[in-house]
């Protein structure tokens, strides 16, 4: 039946032009570099393989190193582990804590300094942003910050994380040339002449315009809080404070886990379980990132982009 | 350390000039002094300039005041009398360290680690995203793009601990592939001379996919009409990279590569303090590594804050000096 339609019914679909066939060495050419793009994927992705395919499997099987590219011995143990061990679980948690008051802090600072400086009547944003370009350039460096933080108080708080690196003036720039480019000066006037406040006009007019820019700085916020273990190494001494990359180092590169069992079975057994866990800990620490990893990364690009344009 | 700041992107504006005042000859009584504009401003954007203060404040305390304490490296730090106070010293901090001989070792190994980083890290990510220029838009051509960018997403600790995990001589992956090979195992974090292969090229994997990115960008802003009239004169794909494509992306290639060589003394402390052991010390020993130890392992502020003043100096001197270069030569360079 459908096949006799098919017949009578006229073609009206327009043939395709005719595909230009490319010359023969441009076709190997395009063959190699699919290769090499295949050999940089696997170069990439393998170590990361081989790192989920050794937390799914048996404590034993990965002492021994058996583990190549899939499970064996297929195991949960390891990430029971991790998930009920109290310092990974308090990492976690002040890690949190970090992201989500970091970013806000970082995000209010950025925009309360972007905003300004955007503005062309702002008498002096020239010498302003002079000021915070100079510090990308050159910095006290690390023992007069020290000496700041220690003199202010905040040294082994919560805020020795949050506030000496609260603004990167890459962000600055970025919500500068947003501002500058994506508000048009109209508004502004308009909203003068409705006898709005600057700080209303900011709150009513501009920032309900700047989603797009304010979900850009809080993903690089939030990720630079998350990664970040230096702050944490050089401020904080207690160990209630600390965030889950200073948890991960001392696990994982310091071994610091001890041995609580008495018979030697029981003990081999937990060196064993030792080995798996550092790598389901690297996956149970990078998964949240990498999870909104796929919904971030255009957001990411358009942040460096919107950057690229001078404002 | 800070949040990422290396971009290739020119800043914008930070020379441009205010905007002069409209001149005229016959009515000079309309001509604004600045002081007049700045009141003019003030009277506008008065709660601009508090909003902005906030910001301004902790640059000032967490950026200026720091640059400030600067002078303890002339003098010989005590907590007692503060940096204002301590005794000065003149060069002697200097002088201890440049005739030390860990200081050459030193030098040498940030050096070399960092020229090393720059120059590998530089052509790799120009690859990956000519090469992902060339294919179709697919199913391939995202999953290497997704793929490659990922590694940016993943901490230090974890990319130094997965390189430990990966390289080790028991349970690694790479060991037992060497081993099926007939090849003894090698334990590559002992080894010195491993530390800067390891280090450098565990950065191009997790750095390549996000400047790629830069560059895919950076191609996709090329006329495609150059393309067009180059496909009708017969130019084949590698010619086409060699003479649209590359020429399209030198701007881009300088910037980064100035940011590159400009950054170079600035290289993270964060990774090498991280791959840091008692065995390849004789390598992975670099000026960031030595600040932290002599300052706040043992102490001595001052001699730290000397080395650390020393590097940064080094530092800005290499950026300017690469940036007048490449302006010179391409045209192109941070500031116009």
């Known amino acids: 039946m459908s096949a006799t339609t098919t017949s009578t019914v006229p073609r009206l679909r327009r043939k395709r032009p005719a595909k230009v066939r490319e010359p023969f060495h441009d076709r190997v050419f395009l063959v190699v570099v699919m290769i090499m793009l295949t050999v940089i994927l696997a170069l990439v992705l393998l170590p990361l393989i081989n790192i989920v395919a050794n937390s799914f499997s048996s404590a034993s099987a990965v002492s021994a190193g058996r583990v190549g590219f899939w499970p064996v011995d297929f195991s949960l143990e390891a990430y029971k582990t991790a998930l009920t061990n109290s310092q990974v679980l308090q990492g976690y948690y002040n890690s949190l804590i970090y992201a989500v008051l970091g970013t806000l802090i970082s995000v209010t600072l950025t925009v309360a300094i972007a905003y300004p400086l955007s503005r062309k009547t702002f008498y002096g944003r020239n010498v302003l942003m002079t000021l915070l370009i100079f510090t990308m350039l050159f910095s006290g460096g690390l023992i007069p910050t020290y000496m700041v933080v220690h003199d202010i108080g905040i040294l082994n708080t919560r805020w020795a994380l949050l506030l000496p690196n609260a603004v990167g003036v890459w962000q600055v720039i970025i919500a500068r040339t947003f501002f500058a480019n994506s508000i048009p000066d109209e508004l502004y006037e308009a909203g003068m002449l409705d006898g709005a406040s600057e700080l209303r006009v900011l709150r009513s007019v501009v920032l309900p315009l700047s989603k797009p820019l304010l979900a850009v700085l809080a993903l690089m916020y939030t990720i630079y809080q998350w990664n970040t273990y230096f702050d944490a190494l050089v401020y904080l001494k207690d160990p209630d404070l600390f965030p889950l990359q200073i948890v991960l180092r001392n696990m994982l590169i310091l071994n610091t886990t001890r041995p609580s069992a008495s018979n030697l079975a029981e003990q081999l057994h937990q060196q064993q379980l030792a080995n798996v866990l550092k790598y389901a800990l690297i996956v149970v620490s990078s998964l949240p990132v990498l999870l909104i990893y796929p919904f971030v990364a255009r957001h990411f690009t358009k942040g460096v982009m919107v950057g690229a344009v001078k404002g | ?336």
């Open chain 2, 1 to 336: 350390m800070a949040i990422p700041t290396s971009h290739p992107i020119p800043l914008p504006s930070a020379t441009e000039r205010p905007v002069p005042p409209p001149q005229r000859s016959s009515a000079p009584a309309i001509r604004r002094s600045r002081w007049s504009q700045a009141k003019r401003s003030w009277r506008m954007h008065w709660q601009l300039y508090l909003l902005a203060s906030v910001p301004m404040a902790y640059f000032v305390i967490f950026k200026y005041i720091p640059m400030s304490f600067l002078v303890i490296a002339f003098k010989q730090y005590n907590v007692v009398q503060g940096p204002w106070g301590s005794p000065w010293v003149g060069l002697q901090n200097f002088d201890q360290l440049f005739s030390n001989p860990v200081f050459g070792t030193l030098l040498k190994n940030t050096f070399i680690l960092a020229f090393y980083l720059v120059l590998a890290s530089f052509p790799v990510p120009i690859i990956l995203a000519l090469g992902l220029n060339e294919i179709r838009d697919s199913w391939f051509k995202r999953t290497v793009q997704m793929a490659t960018y990922a590694p940016y997403f993943i901490s230090t600790v974890v990319v130094v601990s997965m390189t430990i995990l990966v390289l080790s001589p028991r349970v690694g992956v790479v060991n037992q592939g060497l081993g099926a090979l007939g090849v003894a195992p090698i334990n590559f974090l002992a080894d010195p001379d491993f530390f800067r292969h390891i280090y450098v090229w565990t950065d191009v994997w997790q750095t390549a996919g996000y400047s790629a990115v830069i560059y895919l960008a950076a191609l996709s802003g090329i006329d495609p009409a150059l393309h067009e009239s180059a496909k009708i004169d017969g130019a084949s794909r590698l010619q086409r990279i060699r003479y649209v494509d590359l020429p399209g992306i030198m701007p881009t290639a300088v910037v980064m590569l100035v940011l590159g060589v400009g950054n170079m003394m600035a290289i993270g402390f964060e990774k090498a303090y991280l791959l840091q052991n008692d065995l390849n010390l004789a390598q992975s020993e670099i000026i960031p590594t030595y600040v932290y130890k002599t300052g706040l392992i043992n102490a001595d502020f001052s001699m730290a804050t000397a080395v650390g003043l020393f590097n940064s100096v080094v530092n800005l001197c290499l950026l300017l000096a690469v940036n007048f270069v490449a302006k010179r030569v391409t045209g192109n360079g941070l500031w116009r």
